[in-house]
């Protein structure tokens, strides 16, 4: 009997996976580059060399460095939405807004040079200024929606006024650490974003409750 054309037999090899397409690697090396030499360093000459292309082609998908950076950010806009709001499945457990926070601040990393370049960024592409605005709204309000959880799962004991000044005092430590740590001039290096996740950290100690206590 002839073997079924759709199936694959046990002994063929497996579809190689697809290629990213030139627009994702050019994203990707950008913000390669992005983080390691600063968002005003990197020329559009070295993103092409970087991704294997001409300059002419890297020009076809994005005309100007402004768009390049507007698409780089788009990709962190739908990151830190998913992360702000991805509710703990437990918001009672110990370890549930530890896993949260940290959910940020592996965010923060990733895009570190939205955070450590933000003027330059806004410099580059102007439009991207009220999108930062929006976004830091929209992320306040899906953590504060987490953190209420959390209250009411009582895991945080807190008076509404004072969460908000709580989540107000996370994102400006979260936004502001690596300009901090780079005052001596000196590389951030992952020991310095557990620096920062430390300091955000510790401002929700004084307000945990212990699973268990009255």
């Excluded at 439009?127 to 953590?143: E, G, I, N, S, Y």
């Excluded at 974003?193 to 401002?203: K, M, N, S, T």
Aim: glycine share 8%; hydrophobic share 45%.
């Amino acid at each position: 009997m002839a073997r079924s054309r759709g199936r694959q037999s046990s002994d063929e090899e497996p579809a190689a996976p697809e290629a990213p397409s030139t627009r994702a690697r050019i994203l990707a090396v950008s913000l390669a580059l992005f983080n390691n030499r600063g968002l005003g360093r990197v020329t559009t000459a070295e993103i092409a060399a970087a991704a294997g292309i001409r300059e002419g082609n890297l020009q076809y998908h994005f005309p100007r460095k402004s768009g390049l950076v507007e698409a780089m950010f788009a990709g962190f806009e739908a990151d830190a939405v998913a992360v702000a709001g991805r509710m703990p499945a437990d918001p009672g457990a110990p370890e549930a807004l530890l896993t949260y926070q940290r959910g940020w601040f592996d965010l923060i990393w990733r895009y570190r040079c939205i955070y450590r370049d933000g003027i330059a960024m806004v410099e580059i592409a102007p439009a991207l200024r009220p999108r930062v605005h929006a976004l830091r709204a929209r992320t306040q309000d899906l953590a504060r929606g987490v953190f209420e959880t959390a209250v009411a799962a009582g895991r945080l004991r807190i008076e509404p006024e004072a969460l908000g000044r709580l989540i107000d005092n996370a994102w400006i430590v979260s936004s502001h650490w690596m300009s901090h740590r780079l005052q001596g001039g000196t590389e951030l290096t992952e020991a310095d974003l557990d620096w920062g996740f430390a300091q955000v950290r510790d401002l929700f100690v004084p307000y945990l409750v212990a699973r268990g206590s009255d």
